[in-house]
């Protein structure tokens, strides 16, 4: 039989510290996680852009959409689509997207309890 990966939820915040639009990393079980909250929804994904490591918390939020702060690339917090890779043109994007093909940032479930925000590590 194989090991089975158990998941927990884990405290990575509290309501008070979020308005509409915030943003900030946290560290959870040592992984670097954005946490932000649009309207009355939070949403929790990797810090760190799958594109070349950008801070996404340093990025410009707008909506559900957070666009990394180094080279534009940009995702949905909801479910980390990738929107756009970069925002080079020409050979530059091309030559990129066959260096390191377009990915989707991970994302993790979010559950809050009373006016703490857990993740699911």
Not at 1 to 8: I, Q
Not at 24 to 36: D, P, Q, R, S, W
Request: hydrophobic share 35%.
């Amino acid at each position: 039989m194989g090991k089975t990966m158990t998941s927990t939820f884990v405290k990575a915040g509290n309501t008070a510290e979020f308005s509409d639009g915030a943003k900030k990393k946290v560290m959870v079980n040592g992984k670097e996680i954005m946490l932000a909250r649009v309207g009355n929804n939070y949403y929790a994904l990797d810090n760190r852009c799958p594109h070349m490591g950008g801070d996404l918390s340093m990025g410009k939020l707008e909506g559900t959409v957070i666009t990394c702060p180094r080279h534009g690339s940009q995702f949905d917090i909801r479910d980390g689509k990738n929107l756009r890779w970069t925002n080079w043109t020409g050979a530059v994007k091309a030559i990129s997207q066959i260096v390191k093909s377009p990915r989707p940032a991970k994302t993790y479930r979010i559950k809050v309890e009373g006016s703490d925000i857990l993740v699911e590590v």
